[in-house]
Structures are given as structure tokens and as C-alpha cells.
């Protein structure tokens, strides 16, 4: 596929200057005392300065980073990321393919046909994680909703213990902000295979350009395990971070290079994958916009800027901050899924995602596999040749031969997938929708939820990898949970 360039290669050189400058003159927020140590070690000083706040000066510490470390650090992360399910399923995020996940950590479940509007809970992890699993264009999984009948401290970790039994296809962890989540993240994912091979993790720095230390601890420890790791800065322009697009996407790539320098002086080669969740604040009531088209011009940027360092990208896709199946949530999501796919995006996020990552409803999810179909297409382009110009199909017809359904031209490329055929839209006349019973995108996709969660099966686990897991969350109930 062509990819599309939003932004000319002088632009984007202007952007990683800038990104270095913002490391090397600005610095970040990083007290951690092993990191810095190691950091200052290899080049890295530390600018100190005192500030006003509230009154009183206070010392004003951050860490500098010289280009050619950062540079260094970059070119030792591999092109690729590979992560494979428990069936031997791989997926290559760096091939030059289109990928699709889930939106991860909903707070939020709607179910239309009911109005019932509630927070999540474990068994929605479950169902979501099984409905995904047959969802075709869904290629990896992340635990989809913090549920709220859990402790604070499990949420993370039981999001991933729950979803595991309910999908064989490659399961990328959840968000993490500590290293004893680490490591029993680790522990689990050893349960169906060597940790590096069937986990990835990621952890959210603080925009701006702050990384607290049990963040850092964390990050430290992904790269002592060997797991491909997902820096995951989420920073909103006019809030944490320059409100031009261009600054903003600045910042958050030094967001990402800090931890992936970090990740690379404790494990060389460790593989890197290079995330973008920039949004926007709304100027009259700050609220962060992921609906608006900025955010795929945003993941666009971050996407030439990723790969432009050679490594693979993921950003935000499906996007939008409707609340329910309607007209601007179908045209936020579509540009803002089919901007970056276009740039070239190694792996689009966002399947069910709604009100900014809020909430979710499983017609969402189910639309957004079609979806995903419409985006595949767009990217495959047409082709202008001997054989698609047809002008042999053209004579024929009009000297007398059947008309153009019956030519063999016309099933060739009804078989190619020149034309995408859609299962959920509506495209019939006015009577048969008006005696179908009037249902649209939204209701077609809520029957097909409600069909897919009576029928689809999962293969189970093992009866022993389930007793290991739950003795596993039992240990860290224990070290977590603060009584």
C-alpha cells in the first residue's frame, strides 16, 4: 500500500529535532535514584534550577538527555514486534500490515437494547474478551474494562487474569504502574507461554514530561523481564501539552523515547512499540476530545514520526466522544480510524471505544469489526490495468454480448474484493427496511452481539493453568491489597 504523507520529510526532521531539544534543554521530571544513576552514567546531566510555587522556591530538578543517546537508545530497538496467542496465533506489528485492537480499561457498559447504562465488572471482562475473540478484524486483545468489583490494587492484573481463559488470539497486557504488577503479569503470562512471547505491556508516563518513581520501577522491571514494552503517554494539547498539534506530538514522542532509553540501557534490543494517545482539550469546558479530527491528524503525525526512528506505531483509531450509536459517532470514528490507517499505522486501537474511552456497548464492538473491513479496503486502493480498464468487457456488451453481471470479468473481481460488501448496513429500498422492522447499523449490530455471546465458545484452559492463575492472584492479593 501507498501510505500518505500529511507531513513532508522536512517536517517531520524539524519534529525529532525538536523532540531532542525538548530532552537535551528542557529535561523531564525523573527523581528515581537507580534510573538517574544509570541514566547520568551513560551521558544524561541533570539540570537543577529553583521555581515559585505557592509562594516558596523550590528546587527544580530534571534530566537532560544529550541526542546522541537518545539516537543510540533508538537504533537499538528491532523493526518489529511479534506477539502470539495460545493457539500459536502470531502477529507481526512492523510487516507492513494493518492491525486492529480493542479499546483498553473501559469504565463504563451500555446495553442500547435495554438502556441499562452501568459500571463494569468482571464478567463483562469475560464476555467482552469472548465477543472480541470472534470478531475477525480484532487481531490482538487488551483486557477491556476496569471492573469495579475488585480492589484498586487487582484491577490491572485481574483484568488480564480474566481474560485470558476467553480468547486464544494473542493478548496484549493491560496498563501497569508498578513493578509488582510486573512481575505477576509475568508470572501469568508463563501460564500459557515464555512471557516475552505471548505478553506485551504498557505503562502511561505523566504529562508533561513527568515519570514518577513506581512508574519508573515498573518500566525498569518490563525491561528486566524481556516483554515488548508500550510506552502509552497520553497527553491533551492546551492542557499537557502545547495546544499546536506539532508541539504537542513533539512532547509526547520525548514522552515515549525517555522510557524507551530507559528500557534499552537495562535490556538492549528489547522490542519497542511506539504509541501516541494525543487528544485535544475542548477550550469551553476542558473536556479531552477524541472525537475531534485533530486526533487523527495527530496519530497521523505520530505515525510518520514513529517510523521515521524505524520502529512500529500504534495510535488511537475508532475515536469519539458520542455517548451512543449515532451520527457523530459513526463520522468521528471513521476519520479518525481511516487518517492514520492511511499514514500507514502498524496497529490501529480503539475497537468499542465511545465517550473518550469511557464507555463501551458490545453493538460498538461489533460495528467496529465492519468497520475495520471499510478501513482494509480503503487501503488496498484499485488498480489501473489492462485487465481493471475493461475495455474488451466494454465492447462486448455493447456490441450485443450480456449485459456486465453476467460477464466473467464481473464475478473475477466480485471475488477479489473490489467491492466491500457490507453485513450490517442498511442498503435495501425504503419497503423492505420499513418491513424488516426498521432497524439500522446499531440494531443490526446489537442482535448480532446478543448472537455471537450465545453461540461462540472459546477453548477453555487447562483445569491446572486455572488453579495456577488463581494462586497466583491469591499471592498478589496478599502483597497488594491494603487492609
Known amino acids: 500500500m501507498k501510505t500518505l504523507k500529511f507531513l513532508s520529510d522536512a517536517e517531520i526532521e524539524a519534529m525529532h529535532h525538536a523532540t531532542l531539544r525538548i530532552l537535551s534543554e528542557v529535561g523531564v521530571t525523573l527523581n528515581h535514584p537507580g534510573a538517574r544513576q544509570m541514566l547520568t552514567d551513560a551521558g544524561a546531566t541533570i539540570h537543577r534550577s529553583c521555581r515559585e510555587h505557592d509562594g516558596a522556591r523550590r528546587q527544580n530538578d530534571r534530566v537532560c538527555l544529550p541526542p546522541e543517546l537518545v539516537e543510540n537508545c533508538i537504533a537499538k530497538c ?54 472480541l475473540d470472534a470478531l475477525p478484524n480484532c487481531n490482538t486483545i487488551t483486557p477491556f474494562f476496569t471492573q469495579s468489583d475488585v480492589p484498586g490494587e487487582l484491577m490491572s492484573l485481574a483484568m488480564y487474569r480474566h481474560a485470558m481463559p476467553f480468547t486464544t488470539k494473542p493478548l496484549q497486557g493491560p496498563g501497569v504502574q508498578a513493578a509488582a504488577e510486573v512481575k505477576y503479569a509475568v508470572r501469568m503470562a508463563e501460564v500459557l507461554g515464555p512471557a516475552p512471547e505471548v505478553l506485551t505491556l504498557s505503562v502511561s508516563p505523566v504529562s508533561p514530561l513527568a515519570f514518577p518513581e513506581h512508574e519508573v520501577e515498573a518500566m525498569l522491571e518490563i525491561a528486566r523481564q524481556g516483554v515488548a514494552f508500550a510506552p502509552l503517554p497520553c497527553p491533551t494539547a492546551g492542557a499537557t501539552a502545547p495546544f499546536s498539534i506539532a508541539g504537542a506530538i513533539a512532547q509526547q514522542a520525548a514522552e515515549v523515547l525517555v522510557a524507551l532509553v530507559l528500557a534499552q540501557l537495562v535490556h538492549p534490543g528489547l522490542p519497542m512499540i511506539f504509541c501516541g494517545r494525543l487528544a485535544m482539550m475542548d477550550p469551553r469546558t476542558g473536556i479531552s476530545v477524541w472525537g475531534g479530527i485533530e486526533m487523527g491528524l495527530a496519530s497521523a503525525g505520530t505515525v510518520q514520526l514513529g517510523h521515521r526512528y524505524g520502529l512500529p506505531v500504534n495510535v488511537y483509531g475508532f475515536s469519539t466522544n458520542s455517548h451512543a450509536l449515532d451520527i457523530q459517532n459513526g463520522f468521528e470514528r471513521a476519520l479518525n480510524a481511516v487518517i492514520p490507517a ?79 460488501v457490507t453485513q450490517l448496513a442498511e442498503r435495501g429500498s425504503w419497503e423492505s427496511w420499513d418491513t424488516g422492522g426498521r432497524r439500522g447499523l446499531g440494531e443490526q449490530a446489537q442482535a448480532e452481539s446478543e448472537r455471537i455471546l450465545r453461540e461462540h465458545q472459546v477453548e477453555p484452559l487447562s483445569e491446572s493453568q486455572s488453579k495456577e492463575l488463581d494462586a497466583i492472584m491469591a499471592s498478589a492479593e496478599k502483597e497488594l491489597v491494603k487492609s
Open 342 to 420: 492511511l499514514a500507514g499505522a502498524d496497529e490501529l486501537s480503539g475497537i468499542g471505544e465511545m465517550e473518550a474511552g469511557s464507555l463501551s456497548t458490545y453493538a460498538q464492538m461489533v460495528a467496529d469489526n465492519e468497520f475495520a473491513s471499510s478501513i482494509h479496503r480503503v487501503r488496498r486502493g484499485f488498480a489501473a490495468d489492462e485487465d481493471t480498464l475493461a475495455v474488451d468487457v466494454i465492447a462486448k456488451v455493447m456490441n450485443g454480448s450480456r449485459n456486465f453481471i453476467g460477464q466473467k470479468h464481473t464475478m473475477k473481481h466480485l471475488k477479489s474484493g473490489e467491492m466491500f
Open 78 to 131: 528491532p523493526p518489529q514486534v511479534t506477539v502470539r496467542g495460545r493457539n500459536g496465533t502470531t502477529k507481526i506489528l512492523g510487516d507492513g500490515s494493518l492491525n486492529f485492537h480493542n479499546l483498553g480499561g473501559a469504565r463504563d457498559i451500555h446495553n442500547p437494547a435495554t438502556d441499562e447504562h452501568r459500571f463494569a465488572v468482571l464478567q463483562d471482562v469475560r464476555d467482552s474478551t469472548r465477543l
